[in-house]
């Protein structure tokens, strides 16, 4: 077994790698520079392009829908990952999310109904983008997608259960 330096190396070169050839990697240092130069000399997007982006952004999440929706339909069972592991993810989203909400709400100061509400956020469902990347890269998709289908599906009652615990 090759040291954990060697192992880190290969893990980081290997990552590396992975991003380069993202266009979501462009796309984003793209943005955020753009972002800084609009900002700063108060320079605004053709409309043409701006609309494109709009267009392209709108169109982005039926299309993870329907990849969602194909994964899900190509697996043998509704829950892929097992009901064991389903269950604990549906616990670590609804349950470590709003607690790690409120350890760091409470370390840079957040208080009274801005906290309320950051901890209610938590506890919303994951949206789509985690298991667009757990697809890309074959990172355990199938608890991915389960993550999202049933995290969606109980997400108004524990939402409910944390606003009424809260005192809305």
């Known amino acids: 077994m090759p040291p954990a330096s060697v192992m880190t190396r290969l893990i980081l070169v290997m990552v590396w790698r ?3 050839r993202n266009l ?3 796309s984003s240092l793209l943005g955020v520079c753009w972002s800084l130069v609009s900002f700063r000399w108060g320079i605004e997007m053709p409309a043409i392009i ?3 982006i709009s267009l392209l952004s709108d169109a982005r ?3 993870v829908m329907f990849s969602l929706g194909l994964l899900m339909a190509l697996q043998p069972r509704i829950i892929a990952c097992g009901n064991s592991v389903a269950a604990l993810a549906m616990a670590v989203r609804f349950l470590s999310g709003p607690f790690v ?3 760091a709400s409470i370390a840079i100061g957040l208080r009274g109904s801005l906290l309320r509400i950051a901890i209610v956020d938590a506890a919303l469902p994951q949206g789509i983008v985690p298991f667009v990347f757990a697809k890309e890269y074959n990172v355990h998709p199938d608890i991915l997608s ?4 049933f995290g969606m599906l ?3 009652p524990i939402t409910l259960i944390y606003y009424t615990l809260l005192g809305f």
């Open 18 to 20: 992975k991003l380069i």
């Open 24 to 26: 979501n990697t462009y």
């Open 50 to 52: 701006t609309k494109s």
């Open 61 to 63: 999440l039926g299309m």
């Open 101 to 103: 909400m409120v350890a």
């Open 146 to 149: 389960t993550g999202v289908i």
């Open 154 to 156: 109980i997400a108004l």
